[in-house]
């Protein structure tokens, strides 16, 4: 038998062996679109703050007011940890998702694992698709629900799947996907998934992790990918976002109806079992959704998504079906997708080198991520040191 000591060092030789050893990279600062590394600033493409709205003054400002109110939530929601700007936030976020109701949970993971676990468990099926976030797929896993997974995307396969637990049991069926997928940038095919749930009386989870604040429907324009695939509370009755990611900040919540809410603020035990989120942080995410809801934001990053796509696809550079703000370019390869990584950041721009386990094997990809901050200046550069990068690396583009 090993020791602790023997194991910790032969599994990190392993990590460095297979070029997947993650590491920190340290900012001191992140004045949207810039972080500043090492005393440079670059221009980042590899945050999630699609909106600009982490640096944005008045959710600052916000958020500094916020603090008066207390710098921590002192317990958690349900004892000592609730204040009236939680309250403020739920409504906003109900209003914002077109649903009944919304509960805050300390991050999205926590969520996606407290409502799984609070829905479904032992004798109950949870099915997935096969490139779902790591918190759905850890949230089904927990559960002890019984774990059916489909290839992405696959709506056939999925229906083998809803089949085979109806078959199998006249219990509950959860349907958790992410709306957008987070590596690869494309949308689930969310209204024939709604149709498939309705046929074999499946209820549908929709990670909108980010689909929040980018897209939605004429109605709830924020709301995100269900509400863009034209599904209400009835057909997506189960709706997870995260306050990290357009929002700017941190936290997450679901989003449903009220006997819904009411069920997680007693079932969810990531809900029950921890400290509630800073009211700062709350009041910062109330004004980001106030300011998410108004134009240009949206706008904006919508034309530098086209923008980006169409100058890419002119140079040949090898684009995923994704219309959202990520924008994953596979190369296979971590070594080379590492290589290109830090080139880039030599010439000024920091982009995500994206390898498994976070990715399938032998999809290793630079994902480049656009915010509405971006200028279209900065994208061209992008795309150049990008051309020169790959050229260098012997890319074929
Ligand atoms: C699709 C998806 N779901 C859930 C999460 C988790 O959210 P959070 O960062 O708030 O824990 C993320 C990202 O981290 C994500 O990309």
């Given at each position: 038998?090993?020791?602790?000591?023997?194991?910790?060092?032969?599994?990190?030789?392993?990590?460095?062996?297979?070029?997947?050893?993650?590491?920190?990279?340290?900012?001191?600062?992140?004045?949207?679109?810039?972080?500043?590394?090492?005393?440079?600033?670059?221009?980042?493409?590899?945050?999630?703050?699609?909106?600009?709205?982490?640096?944005?003054?008045?959710?600052?400002?916000?958020?500094?007011?916020?603090?008066?109110?207390?710098?921590?939530?002192?317990?958690?929601?349900?004892?000592?940890?609730?204040?009236?700007?939680?309250?403020?936030?739920?409504?906003?976020?109900?209003?914002?998702?077109?649903?009944?109701?919304?509960?805050?949970?300390?991050?999205?993971?926590?969520?996606?694992?407290?409502?799984?676990?609070?829905?479904?468990?032992?004798?109950?099926?949870?099915?997935?698709?096969?490139?779902?976030?790591?918190?759905?797929?850890?949230?089904?896993?927990?559960?002890?629900?019984?774990?059916?997974?489909?290839?992405?995307?696959?709506?056939?396969?999925?229906?083998?799947?809803?089949?085979?637990?109806?078959?199998?049991?006249?219990?509950?069926?959860?349907?958790?996907?992410?709306?957008?997928?987070?590596?690869?940038?494309?949308?689930?095919?969310?209204?024939?998934?709604?149709?498939?749930?309705?046929?074999?009386?499946?209820?549908?989870?929709?990670?909108?992790?980010?689909?929040?604040?980018?897209?939605?429907?004429?109605?709830?324009?924020?709301?995100?990918?269900?509400?863009?695939?034209?599904?209400?509370?009835?057909?997506?009755?189960?709706?997870?976002?995260?306050?990290?990611?357009?929002?700017?900040?941190?936290?997450?919540?679901?989003?449903?109806?009220?006997?819904?809410?009411?069920?997680?603020?007693?079932?969810?035990?990531?809900?029950?079992?921890?400290?509630?989120?800073?009211?700062?942080?709350?009041?910062?995410?109330?004004?980001?959704?106030?300011?998410?809801?108004?134009?240009?934001?949206?706008?904006?990053?919508?034309?530098?998504?086209?923008?980006f796509r169409q100058r890419a696809t002119a140079l040949a550079l090898?684009l995923?079906?994704?219309?959202?703000?990520?924008?994953?370019?596979?190369?296979?390869?971590?070594?080379?997708?590492?290589?290109?990584?830090?080139?880039?950041?030599?010439?000024?721009?920091?982009?995500?080198?994206?390898?498994?386990?976070?990715?399938?094997?032998?999809?290793?990809?630079?994902?480049?991520?656009?915010?509405?901050?971006?200028?279209?200046?900065?994208?061209?550069?992008?795309?150049?040191?990008?051309?020169?990068?790959?050229?260098?690396?012997?890319?074929?583009?």
């Open positions: 038998m090993s020791s602790l000591q023997e194991f910790l060092n032969t599994r990190l030789a392993d990590r460095r062996a297979q070029q997947l050893y993650r590491q920190h990279k340290i900012l001191a600062a992140a004045p949207g679109p810039l972080a500043v590394v090492d005393g440079r600033e670059l221009i980042t493409f590899s945050s999630n703050d699609y909106l600009g709205l982490a640096s944005h003054p008045e959710v600052i400002a916000a958020q500094q007011r916020g603090a008066l109110l207390g710098a921590g939530a002192t317990a958690s929601h349900l004892v000592n940890g609730h204040f009236d700007i939680h309250q403020q936030l739920q409504h906003k976020i109900a209003e914002v998702t077109g649903r009944e109701a919304a509960l805050l949970f300390g991050s999205g993971y926590m969520a996606n694992v407290g409502a799984i676990n609070a829905l479904v468990g032992r004798g109950d099926f949870v099915v997935q698709d096969k490139l779902n976030h790591a918190s759905l797929i850890d949230g089904g896993r927990i559960s002890g629900a019984q774990y059916l997974r489909f290839a992405h995307n696959d709506l056939h396969g999925l229906e083998r799947q809803l089949r085979r637990a109806r078959e199998k049991s006249d219990g509950k069926i959860l349907l958790a996907v992410d709306g957008v997928y987070s590596m690869d940038g494309d949308t689930a095919h969310l209204a024939e998934m709604a149709a498939l749930c309705d046929r074999f009386d499946a209820w549908l989870m929709v990670d909108e992790a980010h689909g929040f604040g980018v897209m939605g429907s004429d109605a709830f324009p924020c709301a995100g990918s269900a509400a863009a695939a034209g599904l209400d509370q009835q057909s997506a009755p189960i709706v997870m976002g995260t306050l990290g990611k357009a929002a700017g900040n941190g936290g997450a919540f679901i989003a449903g109806s009220q006997a819904l809410i009411d069920y997680l603020t007693q079932f969810a035990r990531t809900y029950i079992y921890t400290t509630g989120m800073p009211p700062a942080v709350a009041a910062g995410c109330l004004r980001a959704l106030e300011l998410m809801q108004q134009e240009p934001l949206r706008e904006t990053l919508q034309q530098r998504i086209a923008y090898p995923e079906n994704s219309t959202s703000a990520i924008q994953p370019l596979v190369l296979g390869c971590e070594k080379t997708v590492l290589g290109v990584a830090e080139q880039l950041q030599q010439a000024g721009y920091l982009v995500g080198a994206i390898r498994p386990p976070t990715v399938p094997a032998g999809t290793a990809r630079l994902r480049i991520t656009l915010s509405a901050t971006h200028s279209q200046a900065q994208i061209d550069g992008l795309l150049q040191a990008l051309v020169a990068a790959l050229k260098s690396s012997e890319v074929a583009v």
